[in-house]
Every structure is written in C-alpha cells, then in structure tokens.
C-alpha cells in the first residue's frame, strides 16, 4: 500500500451533509492526489498537491475541496454531499516526483443516499 | 483535450496464453505511460512504464510497446497466469504541469480461463 492510509475504507451518508476523507502517508512525500473511480470513466482527477498548503484542481473538482496543512494528510472534503458524488475515491502519492508512476491507497467507497 | 483510451474494455484469454491490451492517446506531446493493474477491491498497482524516447520496454512477463506515430500504447502478458485476472490501465502523466496529472484510460477487464 506504499505507506498511504486511507480513512474511512467504507461511509454512507446522506444527501447534503457534509464529509470528510483522510488520506495519511508515512513517508513525507510531496506529491498528493486525489481520485475518484466510477464504471465507465476509469480513474477521474479530482484535486492535487504539490506540498503544503499547495493544491489545484484537477478534472472534476466541483463539489470538492481539499487541505494539505501536513505533509503527511491529504484531506478531501465533500462540503455538501450529492447522489452523484457515490464513487470510490483514492488517494495517491508519486514519491519519485511530479513525472513518476503513482502509488495508490485502498480506497474509500462512498456511498450517498 | 487530451484522452486515452482502451481499444477493448473486455478481453479473454485462456490460460498459458498471451494477452495483448491496447491503448491509443491523442496528446502528441504526452512523453511519459504507464500500465497499472487493478485487481477487485483494492488500487491500481504499477506494472510497466516507458518513456517517449523508448519504443519498447521489458518486464518480467510484461513488454511495453510505443508507437508514437499513430499514438498507440500496448501491454503484452506472456504466459498469461489466473492471476492476470484483474481490470489494466494505461495512464499518461508528466507532460503538462510541475505537478504531474496523470490522465488515466477507461480500463480493460482481464478474464483468464483455466
């Protein structure tokens, strides 16, 4: 799993509430991101980070936010959840730098109701 | 915009043989790719990756071949094991930001028959 925990593995909630992703690495990498992986699409770039307190967006990043005051936590929140936001979601790091293969968590489902 | 993507999304193969999965990408100036594998309930896991100066690229089972002229990527599996069994990737990463966004294909599920 290449040092990345993913919390929660598993959530359900409610349309409209709001939510909380962790993503945690042990090894003080600088490279984050965060994915989302629904049939048919593959793997979608949701939000990215280059350090602390250093993020964009990616492809599909409304609905979305993210913070990155550690290095080591890499949080993905979803400020009011939507039935379209039912996805699992994954964390990952590029601990060779910004043009290297990704390493990816477990990920988390989620699902909104 | 860019787009990659997988020629098959499904491919079966009986076992012993060797599998091939295809990939085109429409960026010309993507230079770095990268083949993932995802088995069921867990994340993508690198497998191969080559970069834009290299048109071919060994593993162990795995070869990697480019064809930047007609922008194809593919994955070949030599003596295709149950364990092959699993969803595969390609990506294409590092060619536009000091971040590195890596833009991934829709995936080709992998069934291996005993």
């Known amino acids: 799993d290449a040092g990345i925990t993913q919390s929660p593995r598993h959530k359900v909630t409610e349309t409209g509430t709001p939510v909380t992703l962790r993503c945690h690495q042990t090894?003080?990498?600088?490279?984050m991101y965060w994915y989302r992986q629904d049939p048919g699409h593959g793997l979608r770039l949701i939000h990215y980070s280059y350090g602390v307190k250093d993020t964009d967006k990616g492809e599909v990043s409304d609905g979305y936010s993210v913070s990155r005051s550690k290095t080591e936590d890499f949080l993905l929140t979803l400020e009011s959840a939507t039935s379209s936001q039912t996805s699992v979601y994954f964390c990952?790091?590029?601990?060779?730098?910004?043009?290297?293969?990704?390493?990816f968590g477990s990920g988390t489902q989620l699902s909104v109701l | 915009g860019e787009n990659v993507g997988l020629h098959l999304p499904t491919l079966s193969v009986q076992e012993g043989d060797n599998s091939i999965i295809n990939c085109a990408y429409s960026n010309s100036a993507s230079d770095y790719f990268i083949w993932y594998k995802q088995e069921s309930g867990k994340g993508p896991q690198f497998i191969i990756d080559i970069r834009s100066n290299m048109d071919k690229r060994q593993g162990q089972r795995v070869t990697v071949l480019l064809n930047k002229t007609v922008k194809h990527l593919s994955l070949q599996i030599a003596a295709t094991q149950p364990g092959d069994s699993a969803v595969y990737f390609c990506a294409e990463s590092g060619f536009n930001t000091n971040a590195g966004k890596s833009t991934f294909g829709d995936g080709t599920t992998l069934t291996v028959k005993p």
């Open positions: 090894e003080n990498h600088r490279y």
């Open positions: 990952a790091i590029k601990p060779g730098g910004p043009n290297e293969k990704l390493f």
